[in-house]
């Protein structure tokens, strides 16, 4: 299932948007894994769930990017065959009450399966099987960015509180072994030791699931590169923590961080089992700062259908997909810092929606505040989502049609000297507010291959955007996330060797 | 590198107490003894050379983690050594799955690293081996039991040299010991006297007199259990009746000990009959514990593995006022922690000196600094002669002193290895 491409412009919609082409169906570049692995046997043999990882993939019909390198250039024309899964299924009843909250047949954005049963494995376009396992060494990029979006995410903040620079390296190698097992589906060693005094080194809630489409990016923060490990030669230029920005809110508790990590997947349970087994990893070298569960992504990936944020409007329509703009806006050339080739900056902030507010809006001027159209996600001057929005357009009053403090204009590449960022959110819940309200909103997650792009849209953005009134920056942290690591090394060993 | 052995050796020590003395590396028991930074174990006197390569005075066998098409695999260069001082190099070539690797004797584990990953450099520990079948286990292979077969009776015992030099800083260290201990016994007795006597502040004053001797050398005195007595009971535990804190009760035993005196001191600030029995409990325990520690001796990779320990101790339970809850004299113990473990590496010196001249300033250096950063919390008017820990100064001041701890226990983990394969 591919979108087919779009002559040019199309229109935008949702929360801190980057105004980006949403262009031919993309690549698979972050080098699906095309079959179970070698190593699935072993899983196979350990547990139940083997027989689904091992015999899932090669029958998935996935397109396999022969090499990482060749995957992102051949992709382009690449399409890729999906198969449907249940989509309800996948999100869980829970939270799939709250993502379709608008209506399944809204969200889709097309016709789904009634809501009263689960829908076959046809009627969903962007459904994903639990053996989908992705490759984690030898990809040029980390995963988790490229990769289409999974329905679900946990980002995790850790202050590092080892001291020497070999703990650290010891951690990010620790992580990186991790990682590679726990995208394969594989338990982190034993759940259930054969010694009777042994301690499991897997928690275990992962078993039986399969891998979900499982990524782990790892990011390294400002503070890896203060002098607590001889590393501020090594300091990108662009990397420092974000000035304050306009309307800023920020809780101190939801700040910062030396490092991060985004497990996303299919299946929460999945995405929290990486997090937490990866958190025990660290234990006495980082602990966590602050986190954040997402659901229900909530920004297009390559020929994803777009998908929509708390506020019901579809988010990431002009999302960054072509090869072309990857390099020109996401993937950092390693110009002042050769280990940062292929890798790039990773934005975080969490959104709080003022949801009951925006309940009692009237669709007008529901309208006016995204530039948008609710259900269709046209422009205000267009008819279909993908219509290109003209921002030049009047109306009988001779006032613009797409307001220029809405958010659609404000984000616009065209009103940003071309500026484009990938996004990447979620969804977020935290239950119930103090002061009575649902605490809920958007975990948004960006990349780009220079923070700054983020502070100049943001800083527009928080001057004047009509969605102001309706959300508020709650969380901020900004992360340097390297290039994926090769088979027998570690994500960020370039940054320990010697400075020539 | 640094390896985390802290709760494995404590899962060791609970599942393997049968005898009496469960302590790491005491020159009483003669299997394998699992010890903690730099795993070394022992048996018997005497042995033949091996043929296999040696460094050192110690037999070499790589060992090499990769992975294959996904299978993942341990190999060892050598499936036979001679007994005595083996060295394990560990290299992560590009396994994934294997973190840890352990030499492993009648299911007891005589030697292991952990935190092993592809791109890190190769790790390397030694263990004393006698004859015998061993078990190399590489959790997570394919194959993840291999065997490793040790020829010879015993391990050789060294002679002369700097091993003499090291065995006599043993015998130093075991009159150290012993001393702490007589001294601790005296305190006791003097705690309980002040609890007797209802004074509130002169009890105040002896607990804080007394609690050092503990923990200076608790590394040494730490897992004895009471004659026959189950030691999956903490009942019979001395290590617990002696200083069990408010965080690890056991409700099935209640109570005992100095921090159930410390709680009644300092928390309730009231002397009862209860707080009475509590300290004569605590004289009656520390008694027995001298009786069972006395005349114990050591090898010199024990002093280190102790001081090791110690540092342990401070990390785990001083840094984070868990150890004095309520009477927040945690620098106290802090400094008798690092003291009996200055003492441990003081009587070392002289032999490490000539082993390893650079690790033994690095070391002395990074004592230094603790102290240097203990000094600025030294209070002569304080119980104790130092500030108390409150949760307040630990929110400011916690991560400072763990660092300085942490930086020394880096090089002090290396000494083990040097002095246990020592000529």
């Keep these: 299932m591919t979108r087919p491409s779009e002559g040019g412009p199309a229109p935008e919609a949702g929360l801190p948007a980057d105004p980006a082409d949403r262009a031919a169906s993309a ?96 009627t969903d376009p962007d459904a994903v099987p639990d053996s989908t396992a992705y490759e984690f060494y030898d990809q040029v990029h980390q995963g988790g960015i490229r990769t289409p979006p999974q329905r679900h995410a946990i980002f995790a903040s850790f202050d590092v509180t080892a001291t020497t620079a070999s703990d650290l390296q010891v951690l990010l190698a620790r992580w990186s072994a991790s990682i590679a097992q726990l995208q394969q589906g594989r338990a982190l060693g034993a759940v259930e030791p054969t010694r009777s005094t042994g301690v499991p080194t897997d928690t275990g809630e992962a078993q039986d699931l399969g891998p979900h489409g499982l990524t782990v990016t790892v990011g390294l923060g400002p503070g890896i590169f203060d002098e607590r490990f001889g590393l501020a030669a090594r300091r990108p230029a662009e990397l420092a923590e974000l000035p304050r920005l306009p309307s800023d809110q920020l809780r101190p508790g939801l700040t910062g961080g030396d490092l991060s990590l985004q497990a996303c997947a299919e299946d929460p349970q999945v995405a929290y089992h990486a997090i937490r087994d990866l958190a025990r990893v660290a234990r006495g070298k980082a602990a966590i700062r602050w986190t954040v569960m997402g659901f229900g992504r909530a920004s297009a990936g390559p020929h994803q259908s777009t998908p929509r944020n708390l506020m019901g409007f579809k988010d990431g329509t002009r999302n960054i997909t072509t090869d072309e703009d990857y390099d020109a806006f996401v993937w950092h050339d390693g110009a002042d810092q050769e280990w940062m080739v292929g890798g790039t900056y990773q934005v975080v902030r969490k959104i709080q929606m003022h949801i009951e507010n925006w309940d009692t809006d009237y ?27 003209d921002f030049g357009a009047t109306g009988p009053d001779g006032e613009p049609v797409i307001p220029p403090t809405s958010h659609v204009a404000l984000a616009a590449h065209e009103n940003n000297g071309g500026l484009k960022i990938l996004r990447r959110s979620y969804n977020f819940t935290d239950g119930m507010a103090e002061d009575g309200q649902l605490d809920a909103g958007l975990l948004f997650i960006a990349y780009m291959n220079d923070p700054a792009a983020f502070v100049t849209l943001q800083t527009r953005l928080g001057r004047v955007d009509q969605l102001n009134e309706y959300i508020a920056h709650v969380g901020s942290a900004v992360f340097a996330v390297p290039p994926a690591p090769r088979r027998g090394s570690y994500i960020g060993a370039a940054l320990f060797s010697p400075v020539e | ?108 584990i005589v030697g292991e690293k952990e935190n092993l990953a592809p791109g890190l450099q190769p790790v390397s520990f030694t263990v004393t081996l006698g004859g015998g079948d061993y078990q190399a286990y590489c959790p997570g292979a394919a194959e993840d039991t291999l065997d490793l077969t040790v020829t010879g009776e015993a391990a050789p015992t060294p002679t002369g040299g700097v091993q003499a030099v090291l065995t006599e800083g043993t015998t130093g260290y075991g009159t150290y010991v012993a001393g702490q201990i007589e001294a601790m016994v005296e305190a006791v007795t003097n705690l309980q006297a002040a609890v007797d006597s209802g004074d509130l502040e002169s009890a105040k004053k002896a607990y804080a007199t007394a609690r050092p001797f503990y923990e ?156 240097t950063a203990l000094k600025d919390y030294e209070d002569t008017s304080a119980l104790g002669g130092y500030a108390a820990w409150t949760d307040a100064l630990r929110k400011t001041d916690a991560a400072r002193l763990s660092q300085v701890i942490q930086a020394l226990q880096t090089p002090l983990a290396s000494i083990a290895e040097k002095v246990a394969t020592a000529k």
């Design chain 2, 1 to 108: 590198m640094p390896s985390s052995l802290t709760s494995r050796r404590a899962l060791l020590a609970g599942s393997a107490g049968v005898a009496a003395l469960l302590l790491a590396g005491c020159s009483s028991t003669d299997a394998p003894t699992p010890t903690s930074t730099a795993p070394s174990a022992s048996t018997g006197t005497s042995a033949d050379a091996g043929t296999s390569p040696s460094s050192g005075g110690a037999s070499q066998v790589d060992v090499t983690l990769t992975s294959a098409s996904g299978a993942d695999a341990c190999e060892l260069s050598a499936t036979s050594v001679p007994a005595g001082p083996v060295t394990f190099t560990v290299t992560n070539v590009d396994s994934a799955a294997i973190s840890e690797f352990e030499i492993i004797s009648d299911d007891r």
């Design chain 2, 216 to 371: 200076k050398v608790e590394s040494d005195v730490e897992g004895f259990v009471l004659p026959g007595a189950d030691p999956t009971d903490n009942s019979g535990n001395l290590d617990y009746l002696i200083d069990m804190r408010a965080s690890n009760l056991d409700e099935a035993v209640g109570w005992s000990g100095f921090h159930a005196v410390e709680r009644d001191l300092f928390k309730s600030g009231k002397i009862t009959d209860g707080t009475k029995t509590y300290a004569a409990d605590l004289t009656a325990n520390v008694t027995k514990l001298a009786e069972l520690a006395g005349g114990l001796t050591y090898k010199p990779e024990d002093l280190a593995n102790g001081a090791a320990g110690l540092l342990e101790e401070v990390q785990a339970n001083k840094i984070k006022g868990e150890e004095e809850k309520f009477s927040h004299l945690d620098l106290v113990d802090f400094a008798a922690n690092v003291e009996g473990a200055e003492q441990a590496f003081a009587y070392l010196k002289p032999g490490l000196k000539e082993i390893d001249p650079d690790l033994t300033q690095t070391v002395a250096q990074r004592f230094d600094d603790v102290k």
């Design chain 1, 27 to 122: 690549s698979p570049s972050a080098g699906r894994a095309a079959s179970a692995s070698p190593s699935a046997g072993r899983v196979a043999s350990a547990s139940p769930s083997a027989g689904r990882v091992a015999s899932a993939s090669p029958s998935a019909g996935r397109v396999a990017s022969a090499s990482p390198s060749a995957g992102r250039v051949a992709s382009a024309s690449e399409h890729i065959e999906t198969p449907r899964l249940s989509r309800r299924a996948l999100l869980g009843g829970a939270l799939g009450g709250l993502a379709l909250g608008g209506g399944a047949g809204a969200l889709l954005g097309r016709a789904t399966a009634p809501e009263t049963a689960p829908s076959s494995s046809s």
């Design chain 1, 363 to 389: 669709i007008a001027d529901q309208h006016a505040v995204f530039g948008r159209t609710k259900l269709e996600g046209a422009p205000l001057t267009g008819a279909k989502e993908h219509d290109a929005p």
